[in-house]
């Protein structure tokens, strides 16, 4: 299938992103708070398919939004994006709103996929890309043993096999863990499978 990918933050995980996305065939957009002059270096370093565009543009022409702004940010992009409908939505996000003290954001009981999707009501979400440190995410995958996972969670089964036909291109092996309710609690932060990572073996 084919897309335009946007990807909306430039930080520690935009930037990661950006690296992997740059590769596949996608045009890929990035943008952030400062405007696309401010992403003129990162753009040059990375290169291929990645362009800078601001804010409203990127959001209007891309098909599928990787969201990697911190996590009391996440309503302000929501609200742009609400005036489309049928994206993809590929929460990068965990709901750290606090490192010292380390604190987290109430979900009122939810994992964070799926508070997330109620901020998100006419597109369709997929949790992805939030277990591993930014650090590791920025390595080059595959590497010699195999393929880093990527793992994901939502309740929409065919966005999910398209984020992971994206991840693949990425680079990246995808597991699907399950709905919002059965992945999200392991792959938010104290969950069993945040900040592990997996290499799926060559064979
Ligand atoms: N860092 C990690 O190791 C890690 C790991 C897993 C998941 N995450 C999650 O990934 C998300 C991003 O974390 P990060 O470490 O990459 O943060 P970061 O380095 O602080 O980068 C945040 C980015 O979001 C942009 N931004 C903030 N508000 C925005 C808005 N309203 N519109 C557009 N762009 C906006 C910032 O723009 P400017 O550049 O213009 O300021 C910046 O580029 C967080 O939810 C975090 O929990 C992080």
Same mark, same amino acid.
Do not use: C
């Given at each position: ?7 909306? /933050? ?112 006419? $597109? ?14 920025? $390595? ?13 969670? /939502? ?26 309710? $059965? ?21």
């Amino acid at each position: 299938m084919s897309y335009t990918i946007g990807i909306i /933050g430039s930080g520690h995980i935009g930037h990661g992103l950006a690296t992997h996305l740059a590769k596949t065939t996608y045009p890929v957009l990035i943008t952030n708070s400062r405007g696309p002059a401010s992403l003129a270096d990162l753009v040059a370093s990375i290169g291929g398919s990645l362009t800078a565009a601001d804010f409203n543009q990127t959001i209007a022409q891309s098909d599928v939004l990787f969201i990697a702004v911190p996590w009391a940010q996440i309503p302000d992009v929501a609200r742009e994006v609400q005036k489309y409908s049928g994206k993809i939505i590929v929460d990068a996000s965990n709901n750290i709103v606090s490192v010292s003290p380390f604190r987290l954001a109430d979900t009122a009981g939810k994992p964070t996929g799926e508070y997330v999707a109620g901020l998100f009501p006419a $597109q369709r979400v997929v949790k992805a890309f939030n277990t591993l440190p930014a650090a590791t995410l920025a $390595q080059p995958s595959p590497t010699s043993i195999g393929h880093s996972v990527i793992i994901m969670s /939502g309740d929409d089964a065919d966005a999910k096999k398209e984020i992971a036909d994206i991840t693949r291109a990425m680079g990246f092996e995808p597991i699907d863990i399950g709905t919002f309710r $059965q992945g999200g609690p392991l792959q938010d932060i104290g969950g069993a499978l945040s900040g592990i990572e997996l290499i799926r073996v060559k064979r």
